[in-house]
């Protein structure tokens, strides 16, 4: 019992380690899917938590009943056909983005604080990665369960000081008048904003998720981290929203705006957001990484080691184009793409695997 709350407790920080990358660690996330449409934006925070919960579960049942190893696996199985195979293809495009946007998103982040070029920040997240990644799984797990409880220990501690000390912009009448700032081209588009994100964040997600189910096998325990994950995720996306939302207009200067949040206070805040924010990034490259080693491995046969040496001669190279630039164009699009993929999972486990969890 005890042995599986506490593995309870490590999926829940692999689930919540996975989705806080680069984008939403740095607050740049946020901004551009749920800050920019004002109050709405919470309610889409809220949406994307109530499509986490029963998709992922359902990721798992068919994981487990089907003894899926890769996230290749679980897309062929659901969508067969031409479709299936863009989907593959979307799959792992998306996950070499990520990858880039969170190579960019660490050099963004040291050149913004420190004023380094952008590329020392590259070559030491690379480096680190690659030394974590060499140890396969087992290294993937202890990185969340550290990072993880020390992320949610920042956030909140940087949310409250800014309750208390800017306890007068931290009213209801404010948050119901954050302005709306990006330009509507549909109706109800915050809407669209919001599923966009959770879908993305679900395909990104299945890459982990699959090859943990093959290992660790019991449904009960894996619901039970993803139910923990995504609502310890939402409480954190709520918090920076909010602290966001109140720099409206100032934080689209920055890369990385949560760190322009934590400006107004002591030096020692601002260096652990900082440290937070890279070794976020730092888990959700690793995730990335490992799920994209994994599947070269199953379908090239190309040994792992060797796979995730191949993922950044792409990588690398991609970074290079910008964080802010990397998350506002490839995110929306891999999020079209990734609905449909979750609207079939969706429809697979009603046909086969009902009842099962």
Known sequence: MKKNFSMV???AAVFIGTLVGAGLASGQE???FFTTYGAKGFIGIVLCCILYIPVCSMIVVISN???????????QLVSPGPLGKLTTIFMSLFLVSSSAIILAGSGALLHQYFGVPKWIGIIIMTSVALFTLLKGSSGLITINSFIVPSLITVITTIFVLYLVFCKDMVTLENIKALPITKQTIVPGQWFVSALLYGGFNILCCSGVLVP?????KNNKVLNSGIFL??????????MINLMLG???PFIFKYDIPLLYVAQRFIGVVQIALLMIIWCEMFSTEVSD?????KTIEQKFNIPYKKGIFLVYC?????SQIGFKELISVLYPCFGVISLIFVAQIVMFYRKNCKGRR
């Open 9 to 11: 407790l490590k999926l």
């Open 229 to 238: 994950g995504a609502i310890g995720l939402t409480i954190l996306c709520m």
């Open 212 to 216: 943990l189910s093959s290992e660790i």
């Open 65 to 75: 009943k089907y003894n899926l190893k890769s996230y290749t696996g679980l897309i």
């Open 314 to 318: 792409l990588s690398i190279p991609i």
């Open 289 to 293: 990484i490992y799920s994209l080693g």
């Open 30 to 32: 946020i901004t551009q």
């Open 246 to 248: 109140l720099n409206i």
